[in-house]
């Protein structure tokens, strides 16, 4: 067993589930009821006030979610926890413990369309499908249903992966968070990790900035310092969204964060 995800298994679905759930929870509406917040205890980041629009009882929500209508036929995928968004052309791709689905919004339904019996740790996409594989931690391209290593990191393990809008790939394994110029093997270390740091998700925003979610809070990385700054405080962080507008979800232990900016407070 590869030592980063020496957790019992019932953590990793407990983080996985919460995974699946932030991450629909960026394109379904929630249903949960949403309870307000006292003044002053959001958090401010680039200047902004945020409060926190908390959504408890996650897992009644996330089974919500999952059951409603539009998702009921991801019951068909095996440990569908894994997901990733092709924003240009609206595609939901789904990594789970025996391969990779397409989500088909026109009919509802999801489609093998690679990496058949095989166990998807994590998944993203920009321009081509990319994924990493348990428990090797290889990463593959996705082309016409084909598979290959992906060659920029064929001499290393990749946890979780993402590309930012310049074409940095930054990508997390047990040593460290680490960037990297596509079509390069030259990397740059953003931030050491200690086998992994139990790192819980790497992800992008609208404009293309990566963002780390580490136990202890959510990060974004700032190509100037090469290193990642800590936007959010949170007491063992599951995963990290960022919504249409660019406001980060994430999720604890017990709830769902959105952060909405607040212009009507002096905080
Ligand atoms: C993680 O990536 C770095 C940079 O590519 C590499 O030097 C290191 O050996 C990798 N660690 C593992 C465990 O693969």
Redesign the pocket.
């Known amino acids: 067993m590869y030592s980063l995800y020496s957790t019992t298994q019932e953590n990793h679905i407990k983080s996985v589930i919460m995974k699946l759930h932030i991450f629909l929870s960026c394109i379904v509406v929630i249903h949960g009821a949403t309870i307000s917040n006292e003044k002053c205890d959001g958090v401010t980041i680039d200047g902004i006030y945020y409060d926190k629009e908390k959504t408890d009882d996650i897992f009644k929500t996330a089974k919500i979610n999952l059951y409603t209508k539009d998702f009921a036929e991801l019951d068909g995928v095996e440990n569908g926890f894994a997901q990733t968004v092709d924003q240009k052309n609206h595609v939901l791709y789904i990594g789970s413990s025996k391969g990779i689905y397409k989500y088909d919004n026109t009919d509802n339904t999801v489609k093998l369309i690679a990496a058949l019996d095989t166990d998807i740790w994590s998944i993203y996409f920009k321009d081509v499908l990319y994924y990493s594989e348990f428990p090797s931690?290889f990463l593959y391209t996705v082309k016409n249903g084909q598979t290959e290593r992906f060659k920029d990191?064929e001499?290393?393990?990749?946890a979780y992966f993402a590309i930012d809008d310049e074409e940095d790939m930054f990508?997390a394994?047990?040593?460290?968070l680490?960037s990297?110029k596509k079509n390069t093997k030259d990397?740059v270390?953003y931030k050491s990790l200690n086998n992994g740091d139990d790192v819980r998700g790497l992800t992008t925003d609208v404009n293309g900035r990566v963002y780390i979610c580490l136990p202890d809070g959510i990060y974004r990385v700032n190509k100037h310092t090469t290193t990642v700054e800590k936007v959010v405080d949170v007491d063992d962080a599951l995963g990290v969204a960022l919504d249409g507008n660019n406001n980060i979800i994430y999720a604890d232990t017990t709830s769902l964060i959105h952060l909405k900016p607040s212009k009507n407070k002096n905080c």
């Not at 394994?173 to 460290?176: E, I, L, R, Y």
């Open positions: 931690l990191l001499e290393t393990k990749v990508y394994n047990d040593t460290g680490y990297q990397s270390l």
